[in-house]
């Protein structure tokens, strides 16, 4: 299967296929604003040398994200998040994308982080691993990129069997514009209100219900629980 397009359109093909008890391979022709997937695997953004990996023979097994939430269950191939993150992918998609996804994306982050409350958030990675304070974001990451290139998860490694998963604290404006530029090189995981934990399944809860986006779609609202399926797609790579 090829699929054509963004990272929504990869959400969408990966969900039709999770429901199949055959899955064929998939190959990705990127052709859309964030492109963040393809990055992780080494795609191509070139239509030609995308194409040339499609009709090639490279075969890598990932593992799937699965979340349960407000409105159901959802499956994801790349990064999910519960927080800031869902508000900035709202804001990115009703937006013109004359500029490109990394300008676009990092607008819309600043826009919507002036506005932003951080909030108390429960993480509890079920293994005797919990966290309870105010957060600005949750990240749940299987790729390494999010959010047109930002490199929010530099050592994940999507067929390890377990989601990288990326904590945000009580940041502040001044944390916000010292720390901002290092996301595009994943340096920004050394700040003090910035934990990087690893786990097999996460529950996310708030006393507010925040909301969930998913390889970049806002798709509902917390409670949620995020669970690896290992070894669930194989794709298309150079």
Known sequence: MVAVGGDGTMNEVVNGLMRRDERPVLAVIPLGTGMDFVRTYGIANRFEDAVGVAAGDGVRTIDVGRVE????????????????????????????????????????LTRVFLEWQNTPISVDLGDGTRREARMHDVIVANGRWHGGAMMLAPDAEPDDGLFDVILIGDINKRDFATTAPKIYKGTYLAHPKVELLRARAVSVEAPERLPIELDGEQVGATPARFEVVPRALRVRVP
């Open 69 to 108: 939430h407000s409105r159901g269950k959802r499956y994801f191939a790349n990064v999910g998040s519960v927080g800031m993150s869902a508000a900035v992918a709202q804001r990115a998609n009703g937006m013109s994308k004359a500029l490109g996804g990394k300008a676009t994306f990092f607008y819309a």
